[in-house]
């Protein structure tokens, strides 16, 4: 198991992308979270296998339909044993 923190940049508010990205976390069987932050981008963490992992940073990179993502910073985590994918405020 592996854990990411990823803050994404670009139009990502205001687009549905913590419920999309909570969609796609169930779908790819990853736990974690997403939340805006009040700069404007979106964080999320990710824990999963390095597979799964992998395939929800290749998500986050393109986002849902309406956003337009510009960059991703990326920060390995220790792994918390943290079940499902919660949106935070």
């Given at each position: 198991?592996?854990?990411?923190?990823?803050?994404?940049h670009?139009?990502?508010?205001?687009?549905?992308?913590?419920?999309?990205?909570?969609?796609?976390?169930?779908?790819?069987?990853?736990?974690?979270?997403?939340?805006?932050?009040?700069?404007?981008?979106?964080?999320?963490?990710?824990?999963?296998?390095?597979?799964?992992?992998?395939?929800?940073?290749?998500?986050?990179?393109?986002?849902?339909?309406?956003?337009?993502?510009?960059a991703?910073?990326?920060?390995?985590?220790?792994?918390?044993?943290?079940?499902?994918?919660?949106?935070?405020?």
């Open positions: 198991m592996i854990r990411r923190r990823v803050v994404v670009g139009d990502v508010q205001g687009v549905g992308f913590r419920f999309s990205a909570r969609s796609a976390a169930e779908r790819l069987g990853v736990a974690g979270y997403a939340r805006n932050r009040a700069d404007g981008t979106v964080e999320v963490e990710v824990e999963g296998s390095e597979t799964q992992v992998q395939r929800m940073l290749d998500w986050l990179s393109e986002g849902p339909r309406h956003a337009h993502v510009t991703l910073d990326i920060v390995e985590l220790s792994p918390t044993g943290q079940a499902g994918f919660d949106i935070r405020r």
